[in-house]
């Protein structure tokens, strides 16, 4: 396999964009970062765009063809890529995958999703379609429910507080701060969180992800391509991508997303890294519990002991391992399909020492984003 | 959801009827055609009594009706109400709504068994679905 | 040839409103109300719970002691069936898992639904067309908010298999009194029920029962006095003691069946649980008495004995009793939510 790297980042402020149409996100994401690698739109060879529902969200499919469309990439060949909230990640991924096997030497991967064009109750709607539909959601499973009962259980289990998870919303807003694109510019304190409106317990709004519009973009390129093209590649050193069954009843252990241990394991074994060798990770924070999990099954924790890591300051900008510094999917947003490519965005900026006060002074960076309660986890490892 | 996609699902619904894999013995909760253990595809139906624990649970506040489409009438009247993954006696796993009981009465660990109960209307005018809910079994 | 009642199942939903609740919010004495109607609370349905519902909880019940795959018809009597197409019967064979060989249909005769079922049921079995045939009445009362009615609407059913093996109470007579009497109705599409106010009672109620009551015994060639149970369709506390107290029977015959002053009128259901309720606890050899009372209007009346097969029954069945006890209180804003 070939090394491929990031040569180029773009991506839009996330945000309730009410002016902003899902094209034009693309677009300004797409463009920006082909301007940023230094090349040209006619230089990109392909396209793999991540987005969720197009269909529920602004009853739209065909995005293959939509978006190389209106970013002016004439008649390369696009995929469009759906992992539910992993679409972003899996996009990635596989446009890793092909520059990695020789097909193409550049590649723009996309991410996007417009959310904000429908009402909460149909985005809550629409968002529920990444459970098993049939079997989860029709019996009165919301996300925030199925998330709330991995929450449930870990407090349970291991003891974990209200206050603990509302610690990873504090610190992801105070990363935010300094992310001119995130969503919230807002500090907030634990009692903020624990006096934030119930959505499902023990969940509370300030422990979820809020609704984003956005799009991020990156480009790919193979070593060859990258060396001339770029002063600053940001490698990708390892990749992995699993699977696990939809529904979050069907795993044996509730508490443990093996596609992420699966995945994980993959990316660690092609970078030749451990756990502990990793130096900042984005993880997927769709809701607090969800870093917590994250952390466990990504090895920089032991099971059942995120809580009390995460309260007592190790996941900090400054810590042990910083997680999140961007703000992560809690406070910089999460419109669905961008965020897997917006933490690669998060990753290279540290790497090339771009990231301003946020800075965590990494030599790598670890992304870890999933789909759905678990279904999909892709998880990959950049290095400078 | 569209009249078939419920109609098909009727024995799972109304009366737990999952699968049973005739060489390995699993037992699988809702139906599947082919045995995630060992692969063998001639799976026989089998009935789940409707008894189990409560592995997990929560109280959904916030619901899925959406007033321009189809309607979730029910759970948005319902709200709030409590959701639990339910280990059945008998193996599986599912994800159901625990009902008439207070948020004192809910426990993990604590026993449930199935009731008939609609799950869903498809607005005033659509098809109603019936199906299991769980309640405290004393 | 023996044929009568071989199993049964009773479901009342776990929702209580008290009467002062309801008077509250409507601005009206409770004392008075309770004095008038004899009534202190009355069920109500989940948010989720509707006649079909209350049908196939009370049809799983009835099952538990036969060999169901012998049913060969359901009907479901009920006046707020939830559709007004499509079989609420159906339903209930699919959840009990008759197969598809049997014949199932939908009765509406106001309160007394469910007896029609009995005596359509008798036929079927009588005739040698079937060994079994299930029915039920259940309803989920409607009633507009502020009427009369809402301090009775209630929501609760009964199903009784009838068949001619290991009969439980066999039904040695039955007759109806009919005729058109409007004094309670709804239209097609319309929500509430209306009815006669007044005129519900003597020309109606009182009528019906009394002429069908009186026809019962004549042909049964019996008393009251021969009778250990007698169970009369209860719209309200009043009326049931009054026309027993008209027809001869006393206190002590009528108390057992007689459920609403706890949860109020169930309709379809009521005739049915106060039948369900006295074979909980009657014992082999006791003669019991059911006049039902539908509006529009009739009345069915049976005249049943007990038979030592009972006792199989009344150690598996859910009791009625346990059913009246098992209760959850709610505010009047939580009943508006349950039952608009």
Redesign the interface.
């Known amino acids: 396999m070939r090394k491929v790297a990031v040569i180029g980042i773009g991506m839009t402020k996330f945000g309730q964009l009410w002016k902003r149409d899902l094209t034009s996100l693309s677009v300004e994401a797409g463009v920006n970062a082909v301007r940023d690698a230094g090349i040209h739109q006619k230089d990109v060879e392909v396209l793999y765009g991540g987005t969720m529902s197009g269909g529920l969200f602004i009853n739209q499919e065909h995005l293959g063809s939509m978006l190389p469309d209106y970013m002016g990439f004439k008649n390369i060949p696009s995929v469009r890529v759906e992992a539910a909230c992993a679409s972003g990640g899996l996009a990635l991924r596989q446009a890793y995958i092909d520059i990695a096997s020789g097909m193409h030497d550049i590649a723009v991967v996309g991410g996007v999703e417009k959310m904000t064009d429908i009402g909460t109750y149909s985005i809550t709607k629409a968002l529920a379609t990444a459970a098993d539909t049939v079997n989860e959601s029709n019996f009165g499973a919301t996300f925030p429910g199925l998330y709330a009962l991995m929450a449930k259980l870990h407090m349970h289990k291991y003891k974990t507080t209200e206050e603990q998870l509302a610690s990873v919303a504090v610190k992801n807003h105070l990363n935010a701060l300094d992310n001119p694109n995130a969503q919230f510019h807002k500090k907030i304190s634990i009692q903020d969180v624990m006096d934030s409106a119930k959505i499902a317990d023990p969940l509370k709004l300030l422990d979820a992800s809020p609704i984003t519009d956005g799009a991020a973009a990156i480009v790919l390129a193979s070593e060859k391509k990258a060396k001339k093209l770029s002063d600053t590649p940001v490698w990708i050193k390892g990749s992995g991508h699993a699977t696990d069954t939809i529904s979050l009843h069907d795993r044996d252990d509730l508490l443990t997303l093996s596609a992420t241990v699966s995945a994980a394991k993959q990316a660690y074994l092609q970078a030749r890294l451990q756990p502990k060798n990793i130096d900042m990770a984005e993880v997927h924070d769709c809701f607090t519990i969800a870093e917590l999990l994250a952390i466990e099954d990504l090895g920089f924790v032991k099971k059942g002991k995120s809580g009390k890591f995460t309260e007592e300051g190790y996941t900090k900008i400054g810590g042990k391992i910083p997680i999140n510094p961007s703000g992560g999917l809690k406070a910089k947003g999460h419109p669905i399909g961008a965020s897997g490519v917006a933490q690669a965005i998060e990753a290279v900026l540290q790497l090339r020492g771009d990231a301003g006060k946020r800075s965590t002074n990494s030599e790598n960076a670890l992304t870890h984003n999933v789909g759905g309660s678990g279904g999909t986890s892709v998880v990959h490892i950049f290095e400078r | 959801m569209a009249v078939p996609k419920i109609w098909r699902k009727i024995p799972e619904y109304y009366n737990l009827i999952g699968k049973l894999c005739p060489e390995c013995n699993a037992k699988f909760f809702p139906k599947r055609t082919v045995c995630k253990n060992c692969g063998c595809t001639r799976m026989q139906d089998y009935k789940f009594e409707g008894k189990g624990k409560i592995v997990t649970y929560t109280i959904i506040r916030t619901s899925m009706s959406d007033p321009e489409q189809e309607i979730n009438e029910q759970a948005a009247r319902n709200i709030p109400y409590a959701l639990a993954i339910i280990k059945l006696k008998e193996g599986p796993m599912l994800t159901a709504q625990i009902i008439d009981c207070g948020d004192s009465e809910l426990n993990i660990g604590k026993k449930v068994k199935k009731v008939f109960r609609k799950i869903l209307e498809n607005g005033p005018s659509g098809v109603i679905q019936y199906g299991y809910k769980f309640k405290i079994d004393k | 040839m023996t044929v009568g009642i071989i199993s049964w199942g009773s479901y009342i939903p ?2 209580r409103i008290k009467v002062e609740d309801i008077a509250k919010a409507n601005g009206s004495n409770p004392e008075q109300i309770k004095n008038a109607l004899m009534i202190s609370e009355k069920s109500l349905p ?5 006649t ?2 209350i049908s ?2 009370a049809a ?1 019940q009835a099952i538990k002691n036969i060999d169901s795959k012998k049913i060969g018809a359901i009907y479901i009597g009920s006046e707020s069936h ?2 007004a197409v499509k079989p609420t019967s159906t ?1 209930v064979g ?2 009990i ?1 008759l197969g598809n060989n049997y014949t199932a249909a939908d009765l509406e005769f106001a309160c007394k639904a469910g007896t029609a079922g009995i005596q359509i049921c008798l036929g079927l079995v009588k005739s040698g067309m079937m060994d079994m045939a299930l029915t039920g009445g259940a309803d989920t009362a409607q009633s507009k908010p502020g009427d009369p009615l809402e301090y009775t609407a209630a929501a609760g059913g009964a199903v009784f298999v009838i068949g001619k093996e290991d009969v439980v109470a066999v039904i040695n007579e039955t007759v109806s009194f009919t005729s058109d009497t409007p004094d309670f109705w709804r239209r097609e599409k319309e929500e509430y029920p209306s009815h006669g106010g007044a005129f519900t009672g003597q020309p109606a109620y009182y009528r019906h029962v009394i002429n069908a009551t009186k026809n019962l015994m004549e042909k049964a060639k019996t008393r009251p006095e021969n009778y250990d149970y007698a169970i009369f369709h209860q719209p309200n506390g009043k009326f049931p003691r009054r026309v027993a107290k008209i027809l001869g029977f006393n206190e002590q015959q009528i108390s057992p069946g007689l459920l609403v002053g706890y949860i109020g009128n169930t309709y379809s259901g009521a005739s049915m649980l106060g039948l369900a309720a006295v074979l909980d606890i009657a014992k082999p050899g006791q003669r019991i008495l059911v006049t039902s009372y539908g509006s529009g209007a009739g009345s069915d009346s049976f005249d049943i004995t007990v038979t030592d097969k009972i006792l199989f029954n009344q150690k598996r069945t859910k009791k009625v009793l346990d059913l009246i006890k098992d209760k ?1 209180y709610v505010d009047y804003s939580k009943y508006l ?1 349950n039952t608009q």
């Open positions: 776990r929702f989940g948010i989720d719970e509707d079909i519902t196939v909880e799983r939830p559709y339903v699919e959840a898992e959850i939510r």
